[in-house]
């Protein structure tokens, strides 16, 4: 399997994430996709052709082999990766989308097509959701379908077209326990890191309209007392001048 549009994928996305974002591109890229393909991929290479069990019953093993492992544990592994890193193509594909508007618009209608903010932001929360909503998926399924994060060494089988109840040997049983621990770890870290991640956006956000409803009010309620400043500043004249007028009066009406 090829990984370089992967690869690609993330490197793109990159310089479009906050800092919590470029940790998780950091752990996917160098503790989930490399540990994959340099090491994990290999573990599980010829792993039905090493599953023994001990009958000579044509197609026993191959039942038995379906039975406990519908999924191959490393394809089930490889499908999360892939799952978990495509919402970050909705970001790309947004910045993409502002760059050709403003080509189209020969102008700049963003300040930076890359910012995280408007309607990217919304895509951001939206990629964030959905990484996190695949994380946990996959991990209740692979729970799910192998009833647990262990790999045992030896399983018993009584599926047709077996004759009785035999015994099935795994193979590398402790290194791939190994490996799929690993991949549970650093699962539920990249769970920790989409969920700071959107409750950092979502705080931020909120202090932001907290910030410009209280810059809002504050020149509101400066410009209402510069108003009555003003007014103020009009009558003031007038009332002088008829307090001065009145003793003119006063002295016209004795004459």
């Known amino acids: 399997m090829s990984w370089v549009f992967l690869r690609d994928l993330l490197s793109g996305v990159n310089k479009y994430s906050t800092g919590i974002g470029r940790i998780w591109l950091a752990v996917v890229f160098l ?52 799952m ?11 910045v993409a989308y502002r760059e050709s508007r403003e080509k189209r618009h020969k102008q700049q209608l963003y300040s930076n097509p890359g910012s995280i903010d408007g309607g990217l932001w919304c ?16 991990l209740a399924l692979f729970y799910q379908l192998y009833g647990g994060f262990n790999v045992p060494r030896l399983v018993k089988c009584d599926v047709r077209p077996c004759p009785s109840t035999v015994d099935c040997f795994v193979s590398k049983p402790t290194e791939k326990k190994i ?53 103020r500043g009009r009558e003031s004249p007038a009332g002088v001048g008829a307090q001065f007028q009145i003793p003119d009066l006063m002295g016209e009406g004795n004459a």
């Open 123 to 138: 895509t951001y929360l939206i990629s964030l959701v959905f990484k996190t909503a695949f994380e946990v998926g996959f």
């Open 179 to 231: 490996f799929i621990h690993f991949l549970v770890v650093t699962s539920c870290l990249c769970v920790v890191l989409n969920v700071s991640e959107l409750s950092y956006l979502v705080f931020t956000r909120c202090v932001k309209c907290c910030l410009r409803r209280y810059r809002t009010r504050a020149e509101a309620s400066a410009c209402k007392c510069h108003q009555l400043n003003c007014a």
């Open 84 to 94: 978990v890193s495509t919402p970050s193509l909705l970001v790309a594909l947004h």
């Open 31 to 82: 503790l989930r996709l490399l540990v994959y393909m340099v090491a994990a991929e290999h573990v599980w290479k010829d792993e039905q052709k090493e599953f023994e069990c001990n009958t000579q019953q044509p197609g026993c093993e191959t039942v038995c082999f379906d039975h406990f492992f519908p999924i191959s544990q490393a394809r089930l592994w490889a499908l999360q990766l892939i």
